[in-house]
């Protein structure tokens, strides 16, 4: 089974900061996926950032980029010039490409507020 | 083009009684999933389904929760002699399927509310 740990319930940045948001994961398989997902008060979860682990790049996607350490089993997210919009809940999620149904494991998510 | 969505975005029911909720995912997605969001639970997998093939069940946490999904399109989860335990926002989510993508699109939920 895959489990994901989030240990930040809850974390606040100042506008146009920086911020990072840590994951980790455990699997015994080689070949997943990572995903980050953002859920605003609407409740609409909305996907930030993916990252195949079988790529060693790190990826960006504007101001949000990953540091994918694959042995540590870390995936955390990195905001640059953080804005009010970015006020959300987190999610790090998992996925795994093999198998019957390729759901997602979540993390239980940071809440994460930036300050004006 | 349009998004996952769901109906009704809330719903407040009695304990005991039977309740549906519904899920319409974006146009050509073979994949849909349905989810629970809870505050002691976070959010779990229920079901899933891909193309014509049997759904997935094994998230189901009781034999009171079905789904089904009509056509290849809509799906219809059920709650059955709901429970308070069941309060709960439900997310649908559809992906283009194996092997294509598999990045998944949420519908904004449906808030269940059991009194």
């Known amino acids: 089974a895959q489990t994901v740990t989030q240990s930040q319930p809850e974390m606040s940045v100042q506008e146009a900061e920086t911020v990072t948001l840590s994951c980790t994961y455990d699997t015994s398989e080689n070949n997943y996926y990572l995903f980050w997902y953002k859920q605003p008060p609407s409740r609409q979860m909305i996907l930030v950032i993916r990252?195949?682990?079988?790529?060693?790049q790190n990826a960006t996607e504007n101001r949000f980029s990953v540091n994918f350490q694959k042995a540590a089993k870390s995936f955390s997210l990195k905001i640059s010039d953080s804005q009010l919009g970015d006020t959300a809940m987190y999610f790090c999620a998992l996925t795994l490409p093999s198998g019957s149904a390729r759901q997602l494991t979540f993390g239980s998510g940071t809440q994460l507020t930036v300050l004006p | 083009g349009a998004g996952v969505s769901q109906s009704p975005s809330n719903k407040v029911t009695e304990k005991g009684k039977d309740v549906e909720l519904r899920c319409d995912p974006i146009?050509?997605?073979?994949?849909l999933y349905w989810y629970r969001q809870s505050l002691g639970q976070g959010l779990e997998f229920l079901i899933y389904?891909?193309?014509?093939?049997?759904?997935?069940k094994s998230g189901l946490p009781s034999d009171r929760f079905s789904a089904e999904r009509t056509g290849g399109s809509v799906s219809t989860l059920t709650i059955q002699r709901t429970q308070q335990e069941d309060s709960a926002v439900y997310l649908c989510?559809?992906?283009?399927?194996?092997?294509?993508?598999?990045?998944?699109?949420f519908g904004p939920g449906t808030r269940l509310t059991v009194t």
């Open positions: 990252q195949e682990a079988y790529k060693q």
């Open positions: 146009s050509g997605h073979t994949a």
């Open positions: 989510a559809s992906s283009l399927g194996v092997g294509v993508s598999y990045e998944q699109y």
């Open positions: 389904f891909q193309g014509n093939s049997a759904p997935d």
